[in-house]
């Protein structure tokens, strides 16, 4: 295990939490098998990388399903910088028979994600079927005000609105420029005492996710 220090201009150190699905990366499974949390890929499409194209590998899983994984441009970059700057785990709610091989090949030496969560990790909605990520069980007594999950799915933030940074869905557009962007918020937010009010300004999630509970609530009814 590599033993890190990290500093802070806002007080206590930055946690910086990461999802994987259509966040960092984007996989495809070619038994058809998913093990990741329900969500709309119609968008996806069975693209090819190499040249013009985004940065791919693949994968045997343990149980013999074969995955072919599209990286989100400047990953590598970014995940250097953030494990450079701040503790930064990962937060998936993907099963770990999938998830751990391939945070394995994105960092192989264990040094950048500092621990892992899966989907046994998170807290499933009773209302909406999806599974949510409670920060307050997945941060080793930490004052919330210095935590930041990155995400792509909306409902991931139910929990915690307010410490969320929401980003679009990664497919296989070679032309994303999220994660630089992403970097450039991290990099703000790491100067402020308590990320919440700024992120609660810039995304208004708590507002737009109590909209959707109580639609769907109303609809069950």
């Not at 998830?99 to 998170?122: G, H, M, W």
């Amino acid at each position: 295990m590599h033993v890190r220090s990290f500093s802070s201009s806002g007080g206590e150190p930055l946690l910086v939490l990461l999802d994987m699905d259509e966040c960092l990366i984007h996989s495809q499974f070619l038994s058809g098998t998913d093990y990741r949390q329900y969500e709309d890929r119609t968008h996806e499409k069975k693209s090819a990388g190499g040249e013009g194209g985004v940065e791919q590998f693949s994968l045997e899983l343990p149980d013999g399903d074969v995955v072919v994984v599209n990286k989100r441009p400047g990953l590598d970059e970014f995940l250097e910088a953030c494990a450079g700057r701040w503790e930064t785990r990962i937060f998936t709610a993907a099963m770990s028979v999938y998830a751990n091989p391939v945070l394995d090949t994105l960092d192989p030496d264990d040094e950048i994600f500092s621990k892992r969560y899966y989907r046994e990790q998170c807290t499933p909605h009773p209302s909406l079927g999806v599974y949510a990520k409670d920060l307050s069980l997945v941060v080793d007594d930490r004052d919330l005000k210095r935590v930041v999950l990155v995400d792509n799915n909306p409902m991931s933030f139910l929990t915690q609105p307010s410490n969320g940074v929401l980003v679009s869905n990664f497919y296989d557009d070679p032309e994303d420029e999220t994660l630089p962007a992403v970097m450039g918020l991290l990099e703000e937010l790491d100067s402020l005492p308590d990320v919440r009010p700024k992120l609660h300004k810039m995304f208004g999630l708590r507002e737009a996710l109590q909209g959707a509970v109580d639609k769907k609530v109303a609809g069950n009814r």
